[in-house]
């Protein structure tokens, strides 16, 4: 549960803000197909997932301090 609340960012927070807009319009105007469309877009930046699946689309940092083995060929005669 702690994963759900990391890694905010301003399209994240854009989605939910037109998530609950698109919930409220959907609510005044008694459509409800775009109350669950909003709902939908809401829980999406909730929870984090969208065009990558969970969250798949995410690389993490590049480690500096990795350490390579040196490969050695033979030639095959």
Request: glycine share 10%.
């Amino acid at each position: 549960m702690k994963k759900y609340g990391m890694y905010w960012n301003t399209v994240r927070v854009l989605r939910l803000l037109s998530g609950v807009f698109i919930i409220f319009v959907g609510v005044q105007a008694k459509d409800w197909l775009l109350t669950i469309g909003g709902g939908l877009l809401s829980l999406m930046a909730l929870l984090n997932v969208g065009c990558c699946g969970t969250s798949a689309c995410h690389r993490p940092a590049q480690q500096k301090n990795r350490k390579t083995e040196e490969i050695t060929y033979e030639e095959i005669h």
